[in-house]
């Protein structure tokens, strides 16, 4: 009888748990549109440039600096710091005096620095825009219909509609442009004799040309061409030793001695 008893306890909470990872999972939007916030409102930028922990209402006087922060703004602002510290983003500290809490940076929240040269915010911006998270509404009718989750929500797929809205592009590519100075400073330093005797390397499906600008930069010799859609080579900008080339790499990739790709 006990352990029947037993078993129909851990039954019934395996259970809860069960429902609680439901809901966390259900809910799991409220972290990415957080995030998203903090970019927005440059929280981290705003702390990083006091250089120590600052109290709510310097935070919100970086937020706008136009004008008081009013109490609405700081009440909004202290729920978005609330779970911005529980999930260990920021941290906050209170003062002996019993003052007001002080936030400051974690390892975290350096990544969403906008104005850092290594930065996830780019990416969170761009992985957060209305845009991009329509297509994940279309998922049951991809396995029902199939097609494209993008072109069911957007009625084209998303390069041709990233031809035709520039704004979407823009974010776009500051997204790709933001991963791949991450991902290329990763390669770089622990690949140091990769490019040893190769004159040249081409970058397909390069985005603006942010990777072939640092694996040129990191080795002079090498002559860098960056491949990708002309929507896309329209807005990249110019760069020393690399040649922006306009083209569909499923139809033709430029001769160089070397193909480099992001997969």
Known sequence: MGDSKELIEAEAEAKLEGQAEIWQYMLGFVDSMVLRSAVELRIADTIHSHGHPITLAQIASGVDSSSSPSQDMITCLSRIMRL????????????????????GMTHSSTWLLNDAELTLAPIILMLTDPRKLAPWKY??????????????AH????????????EFNKIFNDGMKCTARITIAAILSGYKDGFVGVGSVVDV????????AEIVKANPGIIGINLDLPHVIATAPMYAGVSHIQGNMFEAIPNADAVFMKV
Not at 85 to 91: D, P, S
Not at 155 to 166: L, N, Q
């Open 155 to 166: 009625g084209r797929e998303m390069w041709e509609y990233a031809s035709i809205d520039k």
């Open 84 to 103: 911005l510290v529980r999930r260990k983003i920021f941290i906050a500290t209170s003062p002996s005096d019993d003052g007001e809490p002080l936030y």
């Open 205 to 212: 499906a390069g985005g603006t040309g942010a990777a072939i």
């Open 139 to 152: 998922l049951s009718s991809c396995v029902m219909d199939g097609g494209a989750a993008f072109k069911k």
